[in-house]
Nanobody, 120 residues
Framework: QLQLVESGGGLVQPGGSLRLSCAAS????????IGWFRQVPGKGREGVSC????????YDLDSVKGRFTISRDNLKNTVYLQMNSLKPEDTAVYYC?????????????WGQGTQVTVSS
């Protein structure tokens, strides 16, 4: 069964950090661009960060640049999102997705999501 599983979400105070993990089973991630997306109730899903399959280039949403870092460990078949200096507006369900297209467009596989809540 082809699956992506996110973990690492939770409740954190403003200014805090979390590291999200996205582990793949049933397929290898090294041929895919991997993206992190987030969604809040009543709004569409937005792309947060994307890492390419070829040269490891990364692309970040302007509002998270300098705070979030996406990385991949192909040996562990896992992608990470390190989130620092978290703000209340980062609160959302975060999803990882695997795409055969540049810039993580038209993902082929999605994870089930993990909740991130930034609140004092």
């Amino acid at each position: 069964q082809l699956q992506l599983v996110e973990s690492g979400g939770g409740l954190v105070q403003p200014g805090g950090s979390l590291r999200l993990s996205c582990a793949a089973s049933g397929f290898t991630l090294d041929s895919y661009a991997i993206g992190w997306f987030r969604q809040v109730p009543g709004k569409g899903r937005e792309g947060v960060s994307c890492i390419s399959s070829s040269d490891g280039s990364t692309y970040d949403l302007d509002s998270v640049k300098g705070r979030f870092t996406i990385s991949r460990d192909n040996l562990k078949n896992t992608v990470y999102l390190q989130m620092n200096s978290l703000k209340p507006e980062d609160t959302a369900v975060y999803y990882c997705a695997a795409s055969l297209y540049r810039l993580c467009r038209r993902p082929n596989y999605w994870g089930q999501g993990t909740q991130v809540t930034v609140s004092s």
